[in-house]
Every structure is written in C-alpha cells, then in structure tokens.
C-alpha cells in the first residue's frame, strides 16, 4: 500500500466516523430540542419522554402575563418542566416585549390539557390573574382575560 492511499484510506474512514457521530447525535428526541407550539397550535401529540414547548408573547412592562391555571395538566400524562423568556430582537431596550416559552414533558400515555390564562392589564378578574385590587386609580377594569386551552394525546 501507498502513502498516498494510505492517507485516502484514513481520510474515508475519518468522513465515515464523522457522518456516523452525527447521525447518531440527531437521533435522540432531545438532539434538536423541545418542539414548539405556538398558541394557535391547540392539539399537541408527543410521544412518552418527549418535551415540547408552547410559545406566547409576553412582554411585563406592559403588565401582560401568562399563567398555566386550573384545571391543571394530569401530571401521569404531562409535566411542566421549565418557564423562560426570550426578548424580541427589536425589543433589547427597556420596555421591549418577547416570547414566553413553557417547556412541558410527556410522563405517560393518555390525554390531558393544558390552559394557559393571558392577563393584561386593566382586567375583569384581577384575582385569576394574580392580583387582588386594581393597583392604581383607574377605572374599574372591563375586559375578561383571554384562556387558550392545548389538548394534549401522549402515545
């Protein structure tokens, strides 16, 4: 054998182990992370083990908030695993809105559902958003807080 198809030899054989890293790297549920729905995506099927987000915008300095409120997701089909927020990339400055981002994990066959409750302020219902009296002088709050539901099938 040559030098010269020696090292073709070794530069195959490397291109072969790369591939096959990579490969076996995009395999796992978790290789490219959660999968994202956002709130227009109201049927949600996972798989046991597989975490998914749901994506909605928020933005705090406008006191609008979103909460995960009862009826709780049945914990034997679904977990909450992690809450995060992500700025917008026009919204660096003070007062800039985002993405919140609910990241849940399938725990077991079955259906369930999760509702998420969106809260703006002024509000109807300051106790289901997490408030008790209106807390500046303003007129007496009219709108209803908007709830969107997910129907979630684990497999």
């Known amino acids: 054998m ?7 030899t070794r ?23 959660p999968t ?5 995506d109201l049927s949600i099927t996972a798989e046991v083990g ?13 006191r609008e908030h979103w909460f995960v409120v009862a009826p709780q997701p049945d914990a034997s089909v679904v977990r909450a695993a992690d809450r ?16 919140l981002v609910l990241t849940f994990e399938a725990t077991g066959r079955g259906s ?8 703006t302020f002024p ?6 958003c997490g408030g008790g009296a209106s807390p500046s002088p303003t007129p007496t709050p009219t709108t209803e807080p908007e709830k969107v539901t997910y129907r979630v099938d684990v497999r």
Do not use: M, W
């Not at 597989?50 to 406008?62: C, I, K, M, Q």
């Open 2 to 8: 040559t030098a010269r198809s020696s090292r073709g």
């Open 11 to 33: 530069a195959v054989a490397a291109a072969l182990c790369t591939v096959t890293l990579v490969a076996g790297c995009a395999s796992g549920s978790d290789a490219d992370g």
């Open 36 to 40: 994202s729905h956002p709130t227009q």
């Open 50 to 62: 597989e975490r998914f987000t749901l994506s909605v915008p928020e933005n705090a300095s406008t």
């Open 84 to 99: 995060g927020y992500e700025p917008a990339d026009d919204a660096k400055s003070v007062g800039g809105g985002g993405t």
């Open 112 to 119: 369930t559902r999760i509702v998420l409750l969106h809260c």
């Open 123 to 128: 509000t109807a219902d300051t106790e289901a």
